[in-house]
């Protein structure tokens, strides 16, 4: 590929073009005395530092943009703008750089250790709170997608027959049917019981809950999360730890507890 031209055809001989180089050469000049000369601040209080907009024009050449690109790919993969400093904040930070390169670094004393020991508690906490939750991002799914409904245990649902009759109470006996599942479609017979006859209380309490939104000839869907499943304790060792349990349930029949 022919490289273009430093200089545009239109633009040889423009005496606009030497103006601009010596302008250029001053600035830059300017610039590196600056820094050579300037005297190590103990508290820098610079100028707010101004939102970057797509017409800002940058100040670094094409063979440094990398270096500036990596910086702010550095910054961003430490969570620098969500720590929300103030403008001496990240002078200081800078600064701190600053006298790396030129070989004076500074000590990490007890208050620095202490901030380093904070912020890498923020960033692990911001970090948590990001991270995907496939339960959560499943009952969204059901609730927004599927239309099914939710009590205010976190209990989701849908009646697809609505039987007829009372429903139950925690203390009553019921003849049930119910095939249990896991959200990707996948069977659990173990969990799965055909005309059982049983206390209400005595059921999962996700189970439990949601048998009492039905009543005789009813049938629904029950999503359980885990928080109203099993125990910890009692986790079956055949299904993942904390994964949603759905159970397809037909109600036969009510006992009202005497």
């Known amino acids: 590929m022919k490289k ?3 200089t545009p055809p239109s633009a040889q001989g423009s005496p606009w073009l030497v103006v601009a180089l010596v302008s250029l050469g001053v600035n830059a000049g300017l610039l590196v005395w600056h820094f050579r000369s300037a ?10 530092v101004a939102p970057a907009t797509a017409s800002m024009a ?24 969500d720590l929300k400093w103030n403008a001496a904040q990240f002078a200081a930070f800078q600064e701190g750089f600053r006298s790396s390169y030129d070989g004076r670094g500074l000590p990490l004393d007890e208050p620095a250790v ?3 020991d904070e912020i890498s508690r923020r960033v692990q906490a911001m970090t948590e709170a990001e991270r995907p939750d496939p339960a959560k991002d499943y009952f969204r799914f059901l609730r927004e997608k599927e239309g099914v409904k939710v009590t205010s245990s976190g209990l989701h649902y849908r009646i697809t027959e609505e039987g007829t009759g009372n429903m139950p109470k925690a203390g009553d006996t019921v003849v049930i049917s119910y095939a249990a599942g896991l959200p990707e479609g996948k069977s659990l017979p173990p969990l799965s019981r055909t005309r059982a006859k049983v206390v209400v209380r005595d059921l999962l309490p996700g189970l439990a809950e949601g048998v009492q939104l ?25 299904l993942p ?3 949603p349990l759905v159970f397809f349930v037909e109600m036969h029949d009510i006992n009202p507890a005497p």
Do not use: C, H
């Open 241 to 243: 730890p904390g994964v």
């Open 214 to 238: 039905l009543k005789v000839g009813g049938k629904g869907l029950i999503y359980v999360p885990a928080n109203l499943s099993f125990k910890e304790a009692d986790w079956p060792p055949q």
């Open 58 to 81: 940058p100040i670094w050449t094409r063979e440094l943009a990398p270096y500036a690109a990596l910086g702010s790919f550095m910054a961003e993969n430490n969570r620098i703008p």
């Open 4 to 6: 273009p031209p430093a």
């Open 114 to 116: 202490k901030l380093r």
């Open 39 to 48: 005297p190590n601040p103990v508290e820098p209080v610079p100028a707010p």
